[in-house]
Nanobody, 124 residues
Framework: VQLQASGGGYVQAGDSLRLSCAAS????????IGWFRQAPGQEREFVAA????????KYGDSVKGRFTVYKDSARNTVSLQMSSLKPEDKAVYYC??????????????????WGQGTLVTVSS
């Protein structure tokens, strides 16, 4: 399966942005899809995840209440709606898929496939 992340860009603090993750070669069915981000010199940080079957979601503490992850079954995509963006949200955002149990969904090491990343820049 190949993942394609898109939607990054340059925004002002307080703006919104929507990222999308599309799968080709397979579907998201029976998978967990996660969004992570990585700033220069930092480790990859968990942002949000969704279980495709059932739609259960989980968020990192730094984005709770501002970001929403959701799926579009018709388009076989997972989107990350980001609101009230802050300068500290600036990073390259990656989507990945995993079959790990729910307790491991925040650990990037459990993800098997990754998209190429999309850059989000937030100016103050």
């Amino acid at each position: 399966v190949q993942l394609q992340a898109s939607g990054g860009g340059y925004v002002q603090a307080g703006d919104s942005l929507r990222l999308s993750c599309a799968a080709s070669g397979d579907t998201f069915r029976n998978r967990k899809i996660g969004w992570f981000r990585q700033a220069p010199g930092q480790e990859r940080e968990f942002v949000a995840a969704i279980i495709w079957n059932g739609g259960h979601t989980k968020y990192g503490d730094s984005v709770k209440g501002r970001f929403t992850v959701y799926k579009d079954s018709a388009r076989n995509t997972v989107s990350l709606q980001m609101s009230s963006l802050k300068p500290e949200d600036k990073a390259v955002y990656y989507c990945g898929i995993t079959n790990v149990v729910l307790s491991g969904i925040t650990n990037a090491n459990y993800y098997s496939y990754w998209g190429q990343g999309t850059l989000v820049t937030v100016s103050s």
